[in-house]
């Protein structure tokens, strides 16, 4: 049987922590080939390639050229650098997954588009929480209309508990929060994953944002926002809310409310699923149940079965693998992008991804103009998209589309 030649460009934290050990397990079991890896700081490709017995490398171009059989490339760089890179990779006839946010800016999506559109490759998009097992039991509860018309859908999420300073006075973020490390501020980084489930959990697309970001902290060091708050509202008229948090006692939720029941749950993993349904006159728990057994030593979902009408059974596609229902929505994931390549199916999420971005940058947009309501699609750059390229070109000396 055929297999996709995969390899892996960027083997810092969020690589060797997930994707690494998901790609190599994956392997293991012959659904892919995992071909090499690369990465700028030698240490990190050498650390990477000896632990997984795989050829390393600094520079991608050689590792095209040592390797051309290689048919997809999982890229799990820092944001500024996805576009830039997927790009590469396509014009190298390669497929391509990016990590999560898509990249920096829609023009910055567009670039990958356009690349993967002229070189006839497909992209994928690393976003790895709505295939969890639980999130995709709640999309099937949702589109089986076992909660009726969803009218609400909350995602509150504390990423950290640090103390307030009490010297500080908060003020909004006015300027792009962004020294181009690897991380984009939050709207972007967590927020991606938060506004892909709550447009999963609406089934629908959001039509405006209206959004605040606020800065606490007093350090210069700090350029990310310290809160942010949004409300969605969506075609179908359901409404969302997004608030993201490092200050302060808070806790972490998701909430679907439906015109016949609701879940309201605190953690995206586990083995239990707070459902609620109108039975009658009264709102009652329904009964969820999680079968599990080992695989290697590690503790493996086999299926989640929902007592509704009609019964939701989801059955874990990679329950003879050593991967937990966290790293279910990796292997999910890397197999998209394998079967787009092997097969030349579009991949599962994709130009989602944009959309992700497209939500965020509604956020900042909404905010550096006093919360005023960002109509979506956004149609023009931004003027908070405008700061971020001008901050890009005075850095790099060059436009952000020029790579």
């Known amino acids: 049987m055929s297999v996709a030649k995969i390899a892996l460009i960027g083997c810092g934290r969020p690589a060797r922590r997930w994707h690494l050990p998901t790609l190599n397990e994956l392997a293991k079991k012959g659904a892919v080939e995992f071909v090499a890896v690369c990465d700028l700081d030698e240490s990190l490709a050498a650390e990477s390639g000896k632990t997984y017995g795989v050829p390393y490398y600094t520079s991608a171009e050689e590792m095209f050229e040592k390797h051309p059989d290689i048919m997809a490339v999982d890229v799990v760089t820092g944001d500024p650098t996805h576009h830039g890179l997927a790009k590469l990779v396509a014009e190298h006839g390669k497929h391509v997954m990016v990590e999560k946010p898509m990249a920096l800016t829609l023009t910055c999506c567009d670039v990958i588009i356009d690349a993967c559109r002229n070189n006839g490759v497909h992209f994928e998009v690393a976003e790895n929480y709505f295939r969890m097992p639980k999130q995709r039991v709640i999309v099937n509860l949702i589109k089986e209309g076992i909660l009726g018309d969803v009218v609400r859908v909350y995602y509150v999420e504390a990423k950290a508990q640090n103390l307030f300073d009490p010297t500080v006075t908060h003020r909004g973020v006015t300027h792009p929060v962004h020294k181009f490390g690897n991380s984009s501020g939050m709207c972007m980084d967590m927020g991606a994953h938060r506004l892909s489930q709550l447009r999963l959990f609406a089934q629908s697309e959001a039509r405006q944002v209206l959004g605040t970001t606020r800065r606490y902290r007093a350090n210069p060091e700090i350029v990310h926002e310290d809160w942010a708050h949004s409300m969605i509202d969506f075609e179908s008229g359901a409404v969302g809310i997004y608030e993201t948090s490092r200050l302060g006692e808070s806790m972490s939720y998701y909430q679907v409310t439906g015109t016949k029941g609701g879940i309201r749950d605190h953690a995206w993993t586990g083995r239990a699923l707070p459902l609620r349904l109108q039975i009658g006159e009264e709102m009652q728990d329904v009964g969820v149940e999680f079968e599990r057994h080992t695989v290697d030593g590690v503790d493996v979902l086999s299926r989640i079965v929902v007592h509704t009408d009609p019964e ?77 390229h001008d901050d890009y070109y005075e850095q790099f000396g060059r436009a952000i589309d020029e790579v």
């Open 312 to 388: 939701i059974v989801y059955v874990n596609p990679y329950r003879e693998y050593a991967i937990d229902d966290w790293s279910v929505g990796h292997a999910a994931e890397i197999m998209s992008l394998a079967n787009a390549a092997l097969h030349d199916e579009a991949p599962e999420y994709g130009s989602n991804g944009r959309k992700d971005v497209e939500m965020a940058m509604a956020i900042y947009e909404s905010s550096l103009h006093g919360t005023a309501p960002i109509k979506l699609p956004i149609e023009e750059v931004t003027s908070y998209e405008q700061m971020l």
